[in-house]
């Protein structure tokens, strides 16, 4: 805000006060972006110069008791395979002015470029892990998820799971059934293993910054709990930590559903499998200057083309959390 000056008096900044500009432009806060930790690439080299790539499966082979001098059959197998498409594009572009260029006092150009680029992996991210809950297979996700027991509660966009940092919480405060946040990484770590997921497997949990806040307040300072030494979150904002054998990290890329439970609640997606289940693949990676057109300046463009894909089925879930005090 400017200093007020007195009435009748003539104040002389318009001629002899310069205007300063900062010579580095202020740091912006970006939304982390995690989905290269928690996908494998391993198809990048055979997609360098292609399209697709369809990946075979095992057949189930199935047997049964024999008797001495029983008659084998010998059935055909079917082959099945699914497919890693690259199929996804994202540009940006700016232009700048010569004359502009020249004057100004600071390398904008790489400033904005790098903006551009973080504003890719964003959109990338933004755009894989809401498109995800539509591959998850059934028991992988609902209020009846599990292969084998099929009652485990991960909730739903109309009944999600109320998490809280508490062990204990009285039902009767608020009409509502609470999960521990850290306990809740244990109920997505046995669905993975009712799917006979390997226990060598990266196996994660992408969830939201609250439920990062209720797990880091939960009584999760037992090392039996978090699978390291040291028995507490750690390893910077991403990365929380391992909790109940999940590595758990937080994202803002998660869209938010506001109009869960019973039309207005607000209820987040919370992402888990294993890192082998689903796949990524970045095959164009391209910034180019070019010349404007009738005018003098250049124009700055940039093109990002990606696909992905899920590998296994069963390697991938989904969960809904509130943290509302209501279903409403």
Not at 89 to 115: C, H, M, P, R, T
Not at 118 to 140: C, D, H, R
Not at 216 to 244: L, M, W, Y
Not at 292 to 312: D, P, S
Request: net charge negative; charged share 20%.
């Amino acid at each position: 805000m400017a200093i007020g000056t007195d009435a009748g008096y003539t104040p002389i900044n318009g001629n002899y006060v310069p205007f300063k500009y900062a010579p580095k432009m202020l740091t912006k806060w970006y939304p982390k972006t995690i989905f290269k930790d928690v996908m494998d690439d391993e198809y990048k080299g055979i997609l360098t110069n292609g399209a697709t790539v369809y990946i075979r499966k095992r057949p189930t082979i199935t047997g049964g008791a024999y008797s001495k001098g029983e008659t084998i059959t010998f059935p055909t197998l079917a082959g099945s395979s699914t497919s890693l498409t690259i199929d996804t594009a994202y540009y940006w572009s700016f232009g700048v002015d010569d004359i502009d260029e020249k004057q100004v006092d600071l390398n904008f150009i790489n400033d904005w470029i790098d903006e551009a680029n973080k504003q890719t992996m964003i959109y990338t991210e933004t755009l894989i892990f809401n498109a995800a809950p539509g591959s998850v297979v059934a028991t992988n996700k609902g209020n009846s998820a599990g292969a084998i027991s099929g009652n485990v509660k991960l909730g739903t966009t109309a009944v999600p799971v109320h998490i809280t940092k508490k062990e204990s919480f009285t039902a009767s405060d608020t009409d509502l059934d609470w999960t521990n946040a850290a306990d809740f990484c244990g109920d997505m770590y046995g669905v993975l293993d009712e799917n006979n997921a390997p226990d060598d497997a990266d196996r994660f949990v992408i969830c939201p910054s609250i439920m990062r806040v209720k797990i880091a307040q939960s009584d999760i300072k037992a090392a039996d709990i978090t699978g390291d030494s040291t028995g507490v979150i750690h390893k910077g904002p991403r990365f929380i930590g391992q909790v109940q054998g999940m590595n758990v990290y937080s994202c803002n890329n998660l869209t938010k559903i506001t109009t869960g439970g019973g039309g207005s609640t607000n209820v987040f997606p919370v992402l888990f499998g294993l890192r082998q289940g689903w796949t990524f693949v970045g095959q164009i990676d391209s910034i180019k200057a070019v010349d404007i057109q009738n005018t003098f300046g250049m124009g700055h463009k940039g093109l990002y083309v990606f696909g992905w894909a899920v590998k296994i089925e069963e390697g991938l879930g989904v969960a809904y959390i509130t943290t509302d005090l209501t279903n409403a």
